[in-house]
Each structure stands twice: as C-alpha cells, then as structure tokens.
Nanobody
Framework: QIQLVESGGGLVQTGGSLRLSCTAS????????MGWFRQGPGKDREFLGT????????TYADSVKGRFTITRDNAQNKLYLQMNSLKPEDTSVYYC????????????????WGQGTQVTVSS
C-alpha cells in the first residue's frame, strides 16, 4: 500500500508564493506519473499538472501554466508544486496523486491520493 502525504499549505497574500510537498511511502514506489489536483467547496476536482516519474516530462493545465511548476525527487519519493503569482481564485484544497496510466488528466485514473492541504490566498 502506498501512502501520500502533502504539506506546505497555508495562508498567503495575492501575488505571493508557496511550495507544496508530497511524500510517498509504503511498498516499492514506482508510478508512471504523479500529479497535482485541487478542489474547492462545491467544485469538481481540478487537474493542475503531472510529471512523468521516469522521464521527468511535465504537463500543465492552462489555468496554472507559467505560474505553477511541478518537480520531483525520485530518490526521496517526493513531489513538489511551486506556486507563484498566487490569486484568490487559487484558494482550494490541493492534492497529490499517483497513477500507472500514461498521459492522463482524469482523477479517476489516479490510484493513490494524499489527504490534501489547504491553500488560502487573501486579497
């Protein structure tokens, strides 16, 4: 069983930055990709981006492209989301997830999920 734990959320002012982390633990961890999603109250879970765990390629949603950057540290089984130029509409619970499916953005294709970390951007 794989466990994912996010950290790094908090309160930040508009225009500020935050870096989220996601640590994987459990049996041998070898996903095809890991991703970041967010979900606000009453909203569907929104895809933000993925990183291929093997070749390190990234894909981003248009809503965050140029502001958010996903990186990973395979040796420590860590995933990161650097968020810059934050806006109030970025306020949400942020989740990391892992999948064995190539090039997917669908939440249903991600097998493992963290518990989420709250990010609040004040205006």
């Amino acid at each position: 069983q794989i466990q994912l734990v996010e950290s790094g959320g908090g309160l930040v002012q508009t225009g500020g930055s935050l870096r989220l982390s996601c640590t994987a633990s459990g049996r041998t961890f070898s996903p095809v990709a890991m991703g970041w999603f967010r979900q606000g109250p009453g909203k569907d879970r929104e895809f933000l981006g993925t990183i291929n765990w093997i070749i390190n390629s990234t894909t981003y949603a248009d809503s965050v492209k140029g502001r958010f950057t996903i990186t990973r540290d395979n040796a420590q089984n860590k995933l990161y989301l650097q968020m810059n130029s934050l806006k109030p509409e970025d306020t949400s619970v942020y989740y990391c997830a892992a999948t064995y499916i190539v090039q997917t953005r669908l939440p249903g294709d991600f097998l493992y999920w963290g518990q989420g970390t709250q990010v609040t951007v004040s205006s």
